[in-house]
T-cell receptor
Framework: AQSVAQPEDQVNVAEGNPLTVKCTYS??????LFWYVQYPNRGLQFLLK????DNLVKGSYGFEAEFNKSQTSFHLKKPSALVSDSALYFC????????????WGAGTKLIIKP | GAGVSQTPSNKVTEKGKYVELRCDPI?????LYWYRQSLGQGPEFLIY????????DSGLPNDRFFAVRPEGSVSTLKIQRTERGDSAVYLC?????????????FGPGTRLTVL
């Protein structure tokens, strides 16, 4: 079965510093990976996805993610954090064995301190 | 353009009552998904529609839960005999089709509280 792990419940970063939110996955075939962000009292917003091709994927709001097949990871990154980036971040993988459902990580709370 | 909308935004009900939650997807999106999200957890898949039919309802926890999408657009999630454990945020998402590569667009959710 496919699965996603986000090993950190919370990540704290000072404004202006680079940030990384970790995600590892387990799939039986080619991984299709997604990152979403959830602001308080708002729905999930799509940030970026990896389907194939370049291992470095660029997305919304200056975020990018690096796909690493050997480490089965898809870490979310941003070179310079903003206070407004503070939110809940979810990694998800497409479940090729179960009608293409999205399998979600538990989420990582990102706190950017001024 | 308009995004996915969900009504009501909040619903408080008593144990044993019946509730309906509505989802209005992005116009033209044929795929529609319902999820349930509890505090501190990722979304939990409930059901997926392709057009009018439920293509995958394997995530519905029991037969108290049912969903319809009669005209292939608006969907209603129905919960009978609500229990306190049903309290959660119910999320709806849509995508242009069921394509593997398509991201899903989410509504703001309905927060259901069962007293």
């Amino acid at each position: 079965a496919q699965s996603v792990a986000q090993p950190e419940d919370q990540v704290n970063v000072a404004e202006g510093n680079p940030l990384t939110v970790k995600c590892t996955y387990s799939v039986s075939g080619n991984p299709y990976l997604f990152w979403y962000v959830q602001y308080p009292n708002r729905g999930l917003q799509f940030l970026l996805k990896y389907i194939t091709g370049d291992n470095l994927v660029k997305g919304s709001y200056g975020f990018e993610a690096e796909f690493n097949k050997s480490q089965t990871s898809f870490h979310l990154k941003k070179p310079s954090a903003l206070v407004s980036d503070s939110a809940l971040y979810f990694c998800a993988v497409r479940d090729m064995d179960s009608n293409y459902q999205l399998i979600w990580g538990a989420g990582t709370k990102l706190i950017i301190k001024p | 353009g308009a995004g996915v909308s969900q009504t009501p935004s909040n619903k408080v009900t008593e144990k044993g009552k019946y509730v309906e939650l509505r989802c209005d997807p992005i116009s033209g999106h044929t795929a529609l998904y319902w999820y349930r999200q509890s505090l501190g957890q990722g979304p939990e898949f409930l059901i997926y529609f392709q057009g009018t039919g439920a293509a995958d309802d394997s995530g519905l926890p029991n037969d108290r839960f049912f969903a319809v999408r009669p005209e292939g657009s608006v969907s209603t999630l129905k919960i009978q005999r609500t229990e306190r454990g049903d309290s959660a945020v119910y999320l709806c998402a849509s995508s242009p089709d069921r394509g593997t590569y398509n991201e899903q667009f989410f509504g703001p959710g309905t927060r259901l509280t069962v007293l």
